[in-house]
């Protein structure tokens, strides 16, 4: 059940900075930081390819989260570059 809860509360911090980011260097600096903290706090390898499969395929839902992280990152940043 913890685990459920843990996982709520990171939907809920990236739907916070998503939403209500006040610029994007601020959402781009927020989601850099919640990014770290997902790999620290659920131990994400992400220098190992091998281990990155065997993480998604038994962490499938947080690994998905972890990508739509990255993804959103990656759109503000090219968001950034056009203006």
Known sequence: MAAIGRMVDVIGRFNRIKYYSID????VE??????????EAFE??????YALK???KNNDFLYNIYMEI???REMTLDAM???
Request: charged letters at 40%.
């Open 24 to 27: 994007n260097q601020e959402k």
């Open 30 to 39: 927020s989601l850099e930081r919640m990014i770290t903290d997902l790999e």
């Open 44 to 49: 994400i390898p992400v220098n190992d390819s």
């Open 54 to 56: 065997e993480f998604k």
């Open 70 to 72: 990255k993804e959103e």
């Open 81 to 83: 570059v056009t203006y």
